[in-house]
């Protein structure tokens, strides 16, 4: 018996969440990435760019600090060293080595959102993708550990079959509280 798309009911779809951490958020998103366009553009406006800008803003500065501190090393030494200072600071720190997953578009949907709390400690994520009709819900529950102020943030990313074009994706999601201060 095959799924029926015309059925009320909400079925889970199947999907593999992957990490994509070394992009730069850039606040709140909900985005469904059909093609390897859409996907180049996506690492380009959330990672490539920023970390240009981040480059060319701060590129000058930073070298005459390091002239200031290290003097007398050559040039290329002086551009490892701001490659360095530059890795091993917020956003973009631990990606000097970053890639991107291969996604074959022609089979599968990337979807991504955002999820905010707050919370003492680190919140536990709990994601689901259901279909009803030709509508996908792709849901992400947030669990609070405690009630203090810390904002939170973490992004979703999954994988899964090709979603039809013709097809709506929801984003949704809430924030709970499953344990005290």
């Keep these: 018996m ?3 798309s015309t059925s009320s009911t909400d079925n889970s779809v199947p999907f ?3 990490t994509m951490e070394w992009l730069n958020s850039g606040g709140s998103f909900e985005l ?5 366009a859409e996907y180049d553009s996506l690492i380009y406006h959330r990672f490539q760019k ?12 930073t ?3 390091l002239k200031d501190t290290y003097p007398g090393l050559t040039d290329a030494e002086y551009e490892i060293l701001v490659r360095n200072v530059f890795y091993s600071t917020f956003p973009f720190k631990g990606t000097e080595n970053a890639t991107h997953p291969i996604i074959d578009f022609n089979r599968y949907t990337l979807l991504g959102q955002s999820a905010h709390s707050g919370g003492c400690k680190q919140p536990v994520y709990t994601t689901e993708l259901t279909r009803k009709r030709h509508d996908y819900t792709f849901f992400v529950t947030v669990g609070m550990k405690g009630t203090c102020d810390m904002a939170i943030s973490h992004n ?5 079959k090709k979603i039809p074009a013709s097809s709506n994706v929801i984003f949704d999601g809430i924030a709970i ?3 005290g201060n």
Excluded: A, F, H
Excluded at 52 to 61: A, G, K
Excluded at 156 to 160: A, E, G, S, Y
């Design 156 to 160: 979703v990313w999954i994988l899964t």
């Design 177 to 179: 509280l499953i344990e």
């Design 50 to 61: 920023p970390l240009d800008d981040y480059w060319n803003r701060n590129y000058e500065t």
């Design 16 to 18: 593999e969440e992957i």
């Design 63 to 65: 070298l005459l600090r």
């Design 2 to 4: 095959g799924c029926d």
């Design 32 to 36: 469904r990435v059909d093609t390897q």
